[in-house]
Nanobody, 124 residues
Framework: QVQLVESGGGLVQAGGSLTLSCAAS????????MGWFRQAPGKEREFVAA????????YYSDSVKGRFTISRDNAKNTVYLQMNSLKSEDTAVYYC?????????????????WGQGTQVTVSS
């Protein structure tokens, strides 16, 4: 089992920045692919970014590419999502997820463990 706890959400003006953190405990964090997803009201949960176990490969959705950066610190069992140039359409609950297999995947059903989510609200 992997337990995930997100933090860092909040209210920010359009064009601003936020950094989300996800602290993991339980199974060996360093062997898990980590992902960030988000869900806006009335919409499906969608993929945002993912990073493989050693941090050397990442993947982003087109909607955030160039604005968001995913990273991880395996010594701290933590994954981060740096969000810059935020837009109102980035408003959502952001979820951290872990995947047992060490290959990147954008499907939410491919992830085995989920955090409780953290709210990000971008005001225009």
């Amino acid at each position: 089992q992997v337990q995930l706890v997100e933090s860092g959400g909040g209210l920010v003006q359009a064009g601003g920045s936020l950094t989300l953190s996800c602290a993991a405990s339980g199974r060996t964090f360093s062997s898990e692919v980590m992902g960030w997803f988000r869900q806006a009201p009335g919409k499906e949960r969608e993929f945002v970014a993912a990073i493989i176990a050693n941090g050397r490969s990442t993947y982003y959705s087109d909607s955030v590419k160039g604005r968001f950066t995913i990273s991880r610190d395996n010594a701290k069992n933590t994954v981060y999502l740096q969000m810059n140039s935020l837009k109102s359409e980035d408003t959502a609950v952001y979820y951290c997820a872990a995947r047992d297999y060490n290959n990147l995947n954008v499907r939410k059903n491919a992830y085995n463990y989920w955090g409780q989510g953290t709210q990000v609200t971008v005001s225009s």
